[in-house]
């Protein structure tokens, strides 16, 4: 996902009113401290620019500003109602058979009682399959260990989600 050339959304992303660039971001990922700092960098000479100061930032987010990010994502196999993003980003449950659909509920239920939080992953391209084996995977990890995942994964998200908003004209 990188480019090198400012795209006309960049551009558009740069010359946007702070309140209407705050809303951009803060659609893309629910903490404020993160949407807040990207803001105050801007204007950003490449999408590139954007990316690495995404990185940067979702790096040195707090405890608390994780868990701020992570309540603005529906669980899997549970998008927001009305929610374009949630639904597309989480494409490969809606095709999910009825019983993995009843074991993903549980899975995320039994990982938020474990964590306190909901399970946060890239499902972008993801098969159902693969989102399950991924919770299963990572329930058996250290609080610690999974909130440096967890940090990963919004990184991720928060990447696709600026090329999205800076790649529309």
């Given at each position: ?51 690495a ?34 639904a ?58 999974e ?15 600026l ?7």
């Amino acid at each position: 996902m990188t480019s090198t050339s400012t795209p006309p959304g960049l551009a558009r992303f740069n010359g946007l009113a702070e309140s209407a660039a705050r809303a951009a971001l803060r659609e893309a990922c629910a903490s404020t401290a993160w949407a807040d700092r990207l803001l105050a960098a801007r204007p950003y000479a490449t999408a590139d620019d954007l990316y690495a100061a995404n990185d940067a930032v979702t790096a040195g987010l707090t405890a608390a500003d994780l868990a701020e990010a992570m309540a603005g994502h529906p669980p899997i196999g549970r998008p927001k109602p009305g929610d374009p993003t949630s639904a597309r980003e989480q494409r490969g449950m809606s095709g999910a058979s009825a019983e993995l659909k009843a074991e993903m509920l549980e899975l995320n239920l039994a990982y938020q009682d474990r964590f306190g939080h909901v399970f946060l992953v890239c499902a972008t391209g993801r098969t159902g399959e693969q989102m399950r084996d991924a919770v299963k995977e990572r329930i058996g990890n250290t609080p610690e260990r999974e909130r440096e995942i967890v940090r990963a994964e919004l990184g991720k998200i928060n990447r696709i989600r600026l090329a999205r908003l800076v790649e529309e004209d």
